[in-house]
């Protein structure tokens, strides 16, 4: 049984202060997701828009004297094989070439296209014979067989420097011997703000440490028009340094990261943490698995004994204009290993004082799944650890994004604390401004906290904020922060421009702003299948046997929001967004 959340004096003073105002953002349905402007730009990546018409000029190679020299001498639109089975060690360097982008040159195994995955479809080890991976989730191989070329060096495999371009990888293992260190296994850096990488593109390889060896990124971006698909990028990961699959902080964009297996210790994907004279815009991260492995987790009975350091699924120091959408990110831990618990960071950080200039705006997160961790997404102004201040974060859209298994235990005694969405800000630096948090569904148990945290203070108010349609677990406090209010205090006292309705809280009879709906537990909320909030069906029930047999009576909470819908996320479209990711 549903219950309209009832009404208490303060609570009556505090819908008249808020009720007169709405947020206003743009609207733009062909540029903006609600505040939240979307990539101008994006990479495309099709194999006939890369074109290498003078196709193969030689014999696949198979030592690495002969790819480099090949590599060296190749005309812009060849093709070089390196032979299938065959392992070259060595630090291949790319030279610089007038190629363009009807002469690219594709560095590739031997195998012949129907030996691979097609294309648009993801490489995983089988392709390399490996038939699965300890600790991982399981993948297709009925008949695993080597069918591509592997680079392999101690330091980085292939590394690029300056305006390296209109290079393509298919069908490559890349990692560094057993024993041995790497920095970064693909590594495009930038030279400068105008000598950068571009038009390179990495796909359907895979990209990987060994299990116990440090190696800090799996593929470094750091230009133009790069993209990562169709890859798995494993074993990221390395004692006393942060370690990314992913990893970026300098260069303009647009960047494409679809498709892929991801691991890093640190995070899967991250942007920024160092010093950068640009920023890069226009990304599109679709449809990835980010993971971390159990026998990463120093409380895991598997654990293999190494303590690299963690801390997040995906997180963004320098980044704008980013569409992060039908991607799959599972399990985020805290405490011992360096993190907090939280699965998503977003928020521009000016590292070592060297990027003042950095930026984190225009995020769109939408259509996800956040998936056994012990936080949800944290969006953050913060001076950095040697107190230099980067540019407002502003413009965020969060919506229709299923949080399964948000708890507390995961985070251990880190800050997350089962929290699903944190902000954070100070009178030292504008706090994140332009906020929307709509239609999602976040099922966090056994939070002492709540579901709502804002680090900050009446004096350095979050501006522009929309709280509504969500459905959500309450925790033990509901809304807390603003220098130890909590309730409607701490909305009152640290929101300028609130809109906070529609939203079903979950496990609580207790009263909140009026518009919203207090629900005292999983069964009156009507889902098809609540399975103890983990790995669930949470679509809501619109009828008997309607939309499963499961279903007996209508939810409560069905076409109920302020735009006609259901309440929470459009499971319906996660499910379509993230199909076939994990």
Same mark, same amino acid.
């Given at each position: 049984?549903?219950?309209?959340?009832?009404?208490?004096?303060?609570?009556?003073?505090?819908?008249?202060?808020?009720?007169?105002?709405?947020?206003?953002?743009?609207?733009?349905?062909?540029?903006?997701?609600?505040?939240?402007?979307?990539?101008?730009?994006?990479?495309?990546?099709?194999?006939?828009?890369?074109?290498?018409?003078?196709?193969?000029?030689?014999?696949?190679?198979?030592?690495?004297?002969?790819?480099?020299?090949?590599?060296?001498?190749?005309?812009?639109?060849?093709?070089?094989?390196?032979?299938?089975?065959?392992?070259?060690?060595?630090?291949?360097?790319?030279?610089?070439?007038?190629?363009?982008?009807?002469?690219?040159?594709?560095?590739?195994?031997?195998?012949?296209?129907?030996?691979?995955?097609?294309?648009?479809?993801?490489?995983?080890?089988?392709?390399?014979?490996?038939?699965?991976?300890?600790?991982?989730?399981?993948?297709?191989?009925?008949?695993?067989?080597?069918?591509?070329?592997?680079?392999?060096?101690?330091?980085?495999?292939?590394?690029?420097?300056?305006?390296?371009?209109?290079?393509?990888?298919?069908?490559?293992?890349?990692?560094?011997?057993?024993?041995?260190?790497?920095?970064?296994?693909?590594?495009?850096?930038?030279?400068?703000?105008?000598?950068?990488?571009?038009?390179?593109?990495?796909?359907?390889?895979?990209?990987?440490?060994?299990?116990?060896?440090?190696?800090?990124?799996?593929?470094?971006?750091?230009?133009?028009?790069?993209?990562?698909?169709?890859?798995?990028?494993?074993?990221?990961?390395?004692?006393?340094?942060?370690?990314?699959?992913?990893?970026?902080?300098?260069?303009?964009?647009?960047?494409?990261?679809?498709?892929?297996?991801?691991?890093?210790?640190?995070?899967?994907?991250?942007?920024?943490?160092?010093?950068?004279?640009?920023?890069?815009?226009?990304?599109?991260?679709?449809?990835?698995?980010?993971?971390?492995?159990?026998?990463?987790?120093?409380?895991?009975?598997?654990?293999?004994?190494?303590?690299?350091?963690?801390?997040?699924?995906?997180?963004?120091?320098?980044?704008?204009?980013?569409?992060?959408?039908?991607?799959?990110?599972?399990?985020?831990?805290?405490?011992?290993?360096?993190?907090?618990?939280?699965?998503?960071?977003?928020?521009?950080?000016?590292?070592?004082?060297?990027?003042? @200039?950095? &930026? +984190?705006?225009?995020?769109?997160?939408?259509?996800?799944? =956040?998936?056994?961790?012990? %936080? #949800?997404?944290?969006? /953050?102004?913060?001076?950095?650890?040697?107190?230099?201040?980067?540019?407002?974060?502003?413009?965020?859209?969060?919506?229709?994004?299923?949080?399964?298994? @948000?708890? &507390? +235990?995961?985070?251990?005694?880190?800050?997350?604390?089962? =929290?699903?969405?944190?902000? %954070? #800000?100070?009178?030292? /630096?504008?706090?994140?401004?332009?906020?929307?948090?709509?239609?999602?569904?976040?099922?966090?148990?056994?939070?002492?906290?709540?579901?709502?945290?804002?680090?900050?203070?009446?004096?350095?108010?979050?501006?522009?904020?929309?709280?509504?349609?969500?459905?959500?677990?309450?925790?033990?406090?509901?809304?807390?922060?603003?220098?130890?209010?909590?309730?409607?205090?701490?909305?009152?006292?640290?929101?300028?421009?609130?809109?906070?309705?529609?939203?079903?809280?979950?496990?609580?009879?207790?009263?909140?702003?009026?518009?919203?709906?207090?629900?005292?537990?999983?069964?009156?909320?009507?889902?098809?299948?609540?399975?103890?909030?983990?790995?669930?069906?949470?679509?809501?029930?619109?009828?008997?046997?309607?939309?499963?047999?499961?279903?007996?009576?209508?939810?409560?909470?069905?076409?109920?929001?302020?735009?006609?819908?259901?309440?929470?996320?459009?499971?319906?479209?996660?499910?379509?967004?993230?199909?076939?990711?994990?």
């Amino acid at each position: 049984m549903a219950h309209k959340c009832g009404l208490t004096p303060i609570v009556v003073a505090v819908l008249i202060l808020f009720s007169s105002t709405s947020v206003a953002f743009p609207d733009d349905s062909s540029r903006f997701d609600g505040p939240a402007e979307l990539p101008r730009v994006y990479v495309n990546t099709d194999l006939k828009n890369t074109p290498s018409p003078l196709g193969a000029k030689q014999p696949p190679v198979n030592t690495f004297k002969a790819l480099q020299a090949a590599v060296k001498n190749a005309t812009c639109g060849e093709v070089i094989q390196v032979e299938a089975g065959a392992t070259i060690t060595g630090n291949l360097n790319l030279p610089v070439k007038p190629c363009n982008d009807n002469h690219w040159i594709i560095i590739r195994t031997s195998a012949a296209d129907s030996e691979l995955p097609k294309e648009g479809t993801r490489l995983t080890p089988c392709y390399a014979g490996v038939r699965s991976l300890p600790g991982r989730p399981a993948y297709p191989c009925p008949s695993p067989k080597n069918v591509m070329a592997k680079i392999a060096w101690r330091g980085s495999p292939v590394v690029s420097h300056g305006a390296v371009h209109h290079y393509r990888f298919i069908g490559i293992e890349f990692t560094h011997p057993v024993g041995t260190s790497a920095y970064s296994l693909l590594s495009f850096q930038a030279n400068g703000p105008t000598d950068i990488p571009h038009h390179i593109i990495v796909d359907r390889c895979w990209v990987h440490g060994n299990a116990t060896g440090n190696t800090q990124r799996g593929v470094l971006l750091n230009g133009s028009y790069e993209a990562v698909i169709d890859s798995t990028i494993t074993d990221i990961h390395q004692v006393g340094a942060d370690s990314q699959g992913i990893n970026g902080w300098t260069g303009t964009g647009p960047f494409k990261i679809v498709n892929n297996f991801v691991e890093g210790w640190a995070s899967s994907i991250g942007f920024g943490g160092a010093a950068s004279t640009t920023v890069p815009y226009d990304i599109e991260i679709r449809k990835n698995y980010l993971f971390k492995p159990l026998s990463w987790n120093m409380t895991d009975p598997t654990y293999l004994g190494f303590k690299f350091n963690t801390k997040v699924s995906f997180e963004s120091k320098n980044s704008s204009r980013v569409l992060f959408e039908g991607n799959i990110l599972e399990n985020a831990w805290g405490k011992l290993q360096g993190g907090d618990g939280g699965a998503v960071w977003l928020g521009p950080k000016n590292q070592n004082n060297a990027c003042p @200039i950095c &930026e +984190v705006n225009d995020i769109t997160f939408r259509y996800n799944i =956040i998936r056994h961790a012990g %936080a #949800g997404i944290y969006v /953050f102004d913060a001076r950095s650890d040697t107190g230099g201040i980067a540019q407002p974060a502003k413009r965020y859209s969060i919506h229709d994004n299923l949080f399964d298994d @948000i708890n &507390e +235990v995961y985070a251990d005694s880190g800050t997350g604390r089962g =929290i699903l969405f944190r902000l %954070a #800000g100070s009178t030292r /630096f504008s706090p994140p401004r332009d906020i929307l948090i709509q239609h999602n569904t976040g099922l966090a148990g056994n939070s002492s906290f709540g579901f709502l945290f804002l680090d900050t203070s009446p004096d350095a108010p979050i501006v522009n904020l929309a709280f509504k349609d969500n459905l959500i677990s309450n925790g033990k406090n509901g809304v807390l922060g603003c220098k130890g209010h909590n309730g409607v205090s701490v909305l009152e006292n640290c929101v300028q421009n609130l809109s906070f309705t529609g939203n079903v809280l979950m496990e609580t009879t207790e009263s909140t702003l009026s518009g919203n709906f207090s629900s005292p537990d999983a069964s009156s909320v009507g889902f098809v299948d609540y399975h103890k909030g983990s790995r669930g069906d949470y679509r809501l029930c619109k009828g008997s046997d309607n939309p499963s047999q499961s279903c007996f009576a209508a939810s409560p909470y069905v076409y109920r929001s302020s735009d006609g819908r259901d309440l929470g996320a459009d499971i319906n479209a996660v499910n379509r967004s993230t199909a076939g990711v994990d």
